[in-house]
T-cell receptor
Framework: GAGVSQSPSNKVTEKGKDVELRCDPI?????LYWYRQSLGQGLEFLIY????????KSGLPSDRFSAERTGGSVSTLTIQRTQQEDSAVYLC??????????????FGPGTRLLVL | LAKTTQPISMDSYEGQEVNITCSHN???????ITWYQQFPSQGPRFIIQ???TKVTNEVASLFIPADRKSSTLCLPRVSLSDTAVYYC????????????FGAGTRLFVKA
């Protein structure tokens, strides 16, 4: 079946511009995560959605970052007034159940963001 | 929040068995142990998950001692295509909710 998809695959923008990154999770998956990965580094948790519950935004690095999940499916990560340090790969993952015993996350290919 | 410690990097040769050990001294009673594999320019991919003793699938084995303060991922007879970063995660919520991916272990398989 179809996996997690993300768009665009690559995005080059100028400092100060806003960008929107899209994630389409696996159909039926109730949990959705956004991570950021800088070159050669591990994954940095950004935000988590579970069903219709309020998202956990504790990982967002600043108020320039926000995310929405419409209809419990597609999610959009928005970065306002981008800075060069925002350059990274942004990864989305989804899972089929409320996080807990035996949960497995399925990752998308990521969006590579370059802020000039 | 359970923290994990892994070697930064490992080298191996094709055909050898590779064991990557992860320390998680503060693991909680309900926590599961999960390993992911990440190739360059791709998102992480689930490899194996366990709670105690030994788990085996078509890709790897996971050995967990009785005290559960560590775990060892075993990759039998590695090939060049096993060159990747391997992440160990511990948690009841094994997802991003209050979970931290570390830097992982960079495995380099040589011919």
């Amino acid at each position: 079946g179809a996996g997690v998809s993300q768009s665009p695959s690559n995005k080059v923008t100028e400092k100060g511009k806003d960008v929107e990154l899209r994630c389409d999770p696996i159909s039926g998956h109730t949990a959705l995560y956004w991570y950021r990965q800088s070159l050669g580094q591990g994954l940095e948790f950004l935000i988590y959605f579970q069903g219709n519950s309020a998202p956990d935004k504790s990982g967002l690095p600043s108020d320039r970052f926000s995310a929405e999940r419409t209809g419990g499916s597609v999610s959009t990560l928005t970065i306002q007034r981008t800075q060069q340090e925002d350059s990274a790969v942004y990864l989305c993952a989804s899972s089929s159940s409320r996080p807990g015993v035996g949960e497995t996350q399925y990752f998308g290919p990521g969006t590579r963001l370059l802020v000039l | 929040l359970a923290k994990t410690t892994q070697p930064i990097s490992m080298d191996s040769y094709e055909g050898q068995e590779v064991n990557i050990t992860c320390s998680h001294n503060n693991i909680a009673t309900n926590d599961y142990i999960t390993w992911y594999q990440q190739f360059p320019s791709q998102g992480p991919r689930f490899i194996i998950q366990g709670y105690k003793t030994k788990v085996t699938n078509e890709v790897a084995s996971l050995f967990i001692p009785a005290d559960r303060k560590s775990s060892t991922l075993c990759l039998p007879r590695v090939s060049l295509s096993d060159t990747a970063v391997y992440y160990c995660l511990v948690g009841f919520n094994t997802g991003g909710f209050k979970t931290i991916f570390g830097a992982g272990t960079r495995l380099f398989v040589k011919a």
